[in-house]
Every structure is written in structure tokens, then in C-alpha cells.
């Protein structure tokens, strides 16, 4: 794992031996059971620790620097991850932080049996997976408004991430999103969808992932109000119809 070892240390991320052991079993397992299930494309040992590790681990000092702490930060906050797929940016950033309390969503039971699987391998504490669609959970009471952070990474257009990601976020907590190239146009697409939903931005930054080429950007909402009850709309329309 030199790979990541070396970005980690770029990025300023300590890690400890034990955590790039996780990681490694994390890559082994991903590669295992790409060979039953469309998890990612990318499985190859260097494409992972860049394209997957690398590129989740590079919001984490700009999370911490917004949320005034070291790196690691120590502070136990709550996060979700929605649209997590094979455990993206979530379950790296889980390594990194270990006092985060993270809830893994996704609407594929099979993606929740191998995070399950990931989980229990790893042996990270604080981590619940939750088979489901963004538009419901978002208006259900035990998840609505309930998160210090909300993240997400390639899931969809930012105008349609906002309606998906900010019904999660407590009044004063952050959502956290990857983008990569065009993520400029969409974010003036999104404005509107931001303000309406009760988001404020405090960062648009572009970020450079270490031994990664590609453009990479990442969107830092603050939640100053709350959500106003009709949002999200139901299963789809967020889709077909952004705000």
C-alpha cells in the first residue's frame, strides 16, 4: 500500500499501521467480490488506492479545516454517506477518522451485504448500513435532520444532489460532495436548489488528489435553515424535474 501511504502522507492524513492493514483487506475484498457483482470498473491494486482511497481521503482535511480540527479530526461527529455504492467516500474516510459514527445508504441489497462484509472484516465500530432511496429516508424522522455531515461522490447533477443531501443535514452541519470535471456548470445550475433547500455554500474548491490527474472538485454546503417539509419529492422527481 505505498501508494497510499505516500498520498496520505501528501495530504497530511497520519495513519497508523493497523489502518492501511484495513485498507488493504478493504481492497482485497473489493477485488473479491467484483468477480460476483458490478461493484466499480476500477480493481486494479494502484487504480484503487488512487482513483478510490486517494480520491475520498482528499476531502478530509477540508473537512476538518472547516470544522476547526486537526487531522484526524478527534471529535465524534455523525455521518451518512448516500448513495454509497461500494463504500464511496464513506468507509476511507471512517479509516481515516475512526471516531466518526457513520450510516452507509444504498438502494442495492447486495452493495449492503458487501459493506456489511467490510465492516465485520474490518472490525470498524459505529457503522450501520441502511437498504433505501434518498427520497424516503430523507422525509422519514429518524433520519431527517439528524447528520453533522452528509457526503456523496459521483451519485448525480448537483441540482439534484442538493434535493437528495440536504434534508439529512442538522441545522448547522455540512454536506460534503465530490465532483469531477463540469462540476462548474452544475454548481451555478444548483444555486437556487441550495438557497430553497436551506444550504449555504462555504466552499467550491477544486482539490488535487495525489498521483491523480483529473480535475476534482469539492462542494462544502453549510445548513443554516431547515428544509422546507415538501423536500425531497417523491421517488424520481428529482431526476426528471431539478430544482
Avoid at 486517494?54 to 476538518?64: K, R, T
Wanted: charged share 25%; glycine share 8%.
Amino acid at each position: 500500500m505505498h501508494t497510499l501511504i505516500s498520498g496520505a502522507d501528501a495530504l497530511r492524513i497520519p495513519l497508523a499501521v493497523e489502518q492501511v492493514e484495513q485498507f488493504g483487506v478493504y481492497a482485497a475484498l473489493l477485488a473479491e467480490w467484483n468477480q460476483k457483482m458490478n461493484l466499480t470498473a476500477i480493481t486494479d491494486w494502484e487504480g484503487v488506492q488512487t482513483k478510490h482511497f486517494l480520491d475520498c481521503l482528499v476531502g478530509l482535511p477540508l473537512i476538518a479545516e472547516e470544522i476547526g480540527a486537526s487531522l484526524p479530526p478527534k471529535r465524534s461527529l455523525d455521518c451518512i454517506d448516500i448513495g454509497t455504492g461500494a463504500g464511496f467516500p464513506g468507509l476511507p474516510l471512517k479509516i481515516a477518522w475512526p471516531g466518526l459514527k457513520l450510516t452507509l445508504v444504498d438502494g442495492t441489497a447486495k452493495k449492503i451485504r458487501f459493506l456489511n462484509e467490510v465492516a465485520r472484516a474490518l472490525a470498524l465500530e459505529n457503522v450501520e448500513t441502511v437498504q433505501g432511496r434518498a427520497e424516503e429516508l430523507g422525509r422519514h424522522h429518524r433520519f431527517r435532520g439528524q447528520f453533522d455531515l452528509v457526503t456523496a461522490r459521483a451519485v448525480a447533477r448537483l441540482n439534484t444532489l442538493a434535493e437528495y443531501l440536504l434534508p439529512f443535514v442538522r441545522r448547522g452541519g455540512l454536506a460534503v460532495i465530490y465532483k469531477g470535471p463540469g462540476a462548474a456548470e452544475e454548481f451555478i445550475e444548483a444555486r437556487k436548489a441550495i438557497e430553497l433547500l436551506g444550504g449555504e455554500t462555504v466552499r467550491f474548491a477544486p482539490v488535487q488528489a495525489p498521483m491523480l490527474d483529473e480535475e476534482r472538485r469539492i462542494l462544502l454546503i453549510r445548513k443554516e435553515r431547515k428544509t422546507p417539509k415538501r423536500y425531497p419529492r417523491q421517488q424520481g422527481l428529482p431526476r426528471k424535474n431539478p430544482l
